[in-house]
């Protein structure tokens, strides 16, 4: 059975709403919501992807799941049919929710890992590089995510499910993940006891202490909640988005290389081979002397300090 990835017909959609919530943004004195230079960064970024992930996902995505898929049950002595039971789980509806369902708890480890480890993190960090959250922002993508992003879900084509389902849940999940960029929908009441919403999202895109490393989730935020990375908005703290290492540039090429470049120069404040690969694959901000720290470090001294209104929720 053959499915066609729903990206493929999101992107002129993800345009339109682009320019509609833009012009939207200019008659509702909302000038701040949308800079020109950081805009057109990011529909670069977004052009790049656009054009570069096809030809990767065919090698890094496509493959990968046809071949873990037929590796784990080959036409003899097939781990799935002798082991497991089963070949494959087919294309039943109910099949469909489940697959979507663990897309989106590996979605929730892929995308932590991208904020826990810095290499990961140089590579996702062009997603939050920009001091504003909108539509434009949501395409803002680093190029190089897709190269690893795999890695995360292939245990999902291994144990049964069709590896052309996998594709088009990853792509319900991209569509969901575009449409949270937004500051134009409120709270959404009891939706917000299940799925991530636009404001949960908002918490996730805050450089403020309270909400860093926050809301990875992907359709639903259970994964933060179980896991204690779940922040809710909110109102009394003004939020500032970005983060706070920014490549202060609008070169496409300084933006998704900036974070690289501060860790090889990391890297050489050391001569110890553990410091070196503790910059590369350690937490942002770890350091050997102490002279930063890591958002878990600053969390942890802050909820020990005596600073009023800082809302830190209780160490995990």
């Not at 590089?129 to 291994?158: C, E, H, Q």
């Amino acid at each position: 059975m053959d499915f066609t990835n729903p990206l493929v017909y999101g992107v002129p959609v993800f345009l339109g709403l682009i320019a509609l919530e833009f012009a939207y943004s200019k008659s509702h004195k909302r000038k701040d919501l949308y800079e020109s230079k950081d805009l057109m960064a990011s529909l670069g970024m977004g052009i790049g992807s656009a054009i570069i992930a096809p030809l990767i996902k065919t090698i890094s995505a496509i493959v990968i799941f046809n071949v873990v898929y037929e590796l784990f049950n080959p036409l003899v002595d097939g781990v799935r049919t002798n082991i497991m039971g089963w070949e494959s789980f087919g294309y039943a509806w109910y099949i469909w929710i489940l697959c979507q369902l663990l897309d989106d708890f590996s979605y929730y480890w892929f995308h932590r890992q991208n904020h826990n480890v810095r290499f990961l993190w140089a590579a996702h960090i062009v997603h939050h590089s920009s001091d504003n959250f909108n539509l434009g922002t949501a395409v803002r993508n680093g190029w190089f995510t897709i190269l690893y992003k795999p890695f995360f879900y292939m245990w999902i084509p291994a144990i049964g499910f069709p590896p052309e389902m996998v594709v088009v849940c990853l792509g319900i999940e991209a569509l969901w993940q575009f449409q949270l960029h937004t500051v134009y929908v409120p709270k959404l009441g009891l939706i917000e006891k299940i799925f991530n919403t636009h404001t949960m999202h908002q918490v996730h895109h805050a450089k403020n202490i309270e909400y860093m490393d926050k809301n990875h989730g992907g359709f639903l935020n259970i994964f933060d909640k179980v896991f204690g990375t779940w922040k809710e908005l909110e109102e009394d703290i003004d939020i500032e988005y970005g983060v706070t290492t920014p490549p202060e540039s609008y070169n496409l090429f300084k933006i998704l290389t900036h974070e690289y470049s501060d860790i090889w120069a990391d890297m050489k404040k050391s001569k110890k081979w553990s410091h070196k690969f503790m910059y590369v694959f350690g937490a942002p901000g770890w350091s050997h002397d102490g002279s930063t720290l890591t958002i878990k470090q600053i969390q942890k001294e802050l909820r020990n300090s005596e600073i009023p209104n800082l809302k830190l929720e209780p160490e995990v």
